[in-house]
T-cell receptor
Framework: GENVEQHPSTLSVQEGDSAVIKCTYS??????FPWYKQELGKRPQLIID?????GEKKDQRIAVTLNKTAKHFSLHITETQPEDSAVYFC???????????FGSGTRLQVQP | DTGVSQDPRHKITKRGQNVTFRCDPI?????LYWYRQTLGQGPEFLTY????????KSRLLSDRFSAERPKGSFSTLEIQRTEQGDSAMYLC?????????????FGPGTRLTVT
C-alpha cells in the first residue's frame, strides 16, 4: 500500500514569513494528494488538494506543488498569520484508492 | 449544520465494556469512512462504506471492532470488550462516490477514554 512520509515534524516561522511542508509517497500510481489542517481538539479540515494531472494549485495564500517524477508534493503557505498555527497533515490514496493514508503531521507555529 | 456530525463527542468507559459511536455524513455523500487518530499521529483508516455496503473492513484493528451502515445513511462503530489501548479519537469522514477518490470531509470525532 501507499506510504506517505512528511517533513518537518515541527516548524516555527515569524508572522509574514513563508512556510513549506514536504511529503513523499511510494506508489507511482497515486493520483490524489490532499492537505488537512487540524487545530487543537478540532476535526481535520481539508484546505487544498491536487490531482496528478496538474503540477501546482493555488488558493489565496496556500499552494500545493506536485513532482510526479520524484514522487513528492509540498504545501506552501505565504504571508503566514498566527491563525495558521496548527498541525498540517498530507495524505495520499490508500490501497484500493478509496481511503487515505496520512503523513505523521507537521506542527506549524507562527510567532507574532 | 450540514457537515459531518458524530455522537457522542466524548466517551469514558471502563475496560471490558462495549461502546458504540454514531456518525451522520453529509447528506448527499454515499461514501462513509471510519478512522482512528492517536495523539500526535495522523488518522489511520479502519473501514469504509459505499451506501450500505461495507467495501473494506480488513483494516479494522481486531475482531472486537465492527461497523454498520444499515440504511446507507448514518453509521455506527462498535468496540466490544474495550481495552486501554483503544483510547483514541475516532473520526468519521464522508465523500461523494464514483470512479476514483474524492474529497473527504471529517466529523468532529468521538474521543474515547478507557480506564
Amino acid at each position: 500500500g501507499e506510504n506517505v512520509e512528511q517533513h518537518p515534524s515541527t516548524l516555527s516561522v515569524q508572522e509574514g514569513d513563508s512556510a513549506v511542508i514536504k511529503c513523499t509517497y511510494s506508489d507511482s500510481a497515486s493520483n490524489y494528494f490532499p492537505w488537512y489542517k487540524q487545530e487543537l481538539g478540532k476535526r481535520p479540515q481539508l484546505i487544498i488538494d491536487i490531482r496528478s494531472n496538474v503540477g501546482e494549485k493555488k488558493d489565496q495564500r496556500i499552494a500545493v506543488t506536485l513532482n510526479k517524477t520524484a514522487k513528492h508534493f509540498s504545501l506552501h503557505i505565504t504571508e503566514t498569520q498566527p491563525e495558521d498555527s496548527a498541525v498540517y497533515f498530507c495524505a495520499g490514496p490508500d490501497t484500493g484508492r478509496r481511503a487515505l493514508t496520512f503523513g505523521s503531521g507537521t506542527r506549524l507555529q507562527v510567532q507574532p | 449544520d450540514t457537515g459531518v456530525s458524530q455522537d457522542p463527542r466524548h466517551k469514558i468507559t471502563k475496560r471490558g465494556q462495549n461502546v458504540t459511536f454514531r456518525c451522520d455524513p453529509i447528506s448527499e455523500h454515499n461514501r462513509l469512512y471510519w478512522y482512528r487518530q492517536t495523539l500526535g499521529q495522523g488518522p489511520e483508516f479502519l473501514t469504509y462504506f459505499q451506501n450500505e455496503a461495507q467495501l473494506e473492513k480488513s483494516r479494522l484493528l481486531s475482531d472486537r471492532f465492527s461497523a454498520e451502515r444499515p440504511k446507507g445513511s448514518f453509521s455506527t462503530l462498535e468496540i466490544q470488550r474495550t481495552e486501554q489501548g483503544d483510547s483514541a479519537m475516532y473520526l468519521c469522514a464522508s465523500s461523494l462516490a464514483g470512479t476514483g477518490i474524492y474529497e473527504q470531509y471529517f466529523g468532529p470525532g468521538t474521543r474515547l477514554t478507557v480506564t
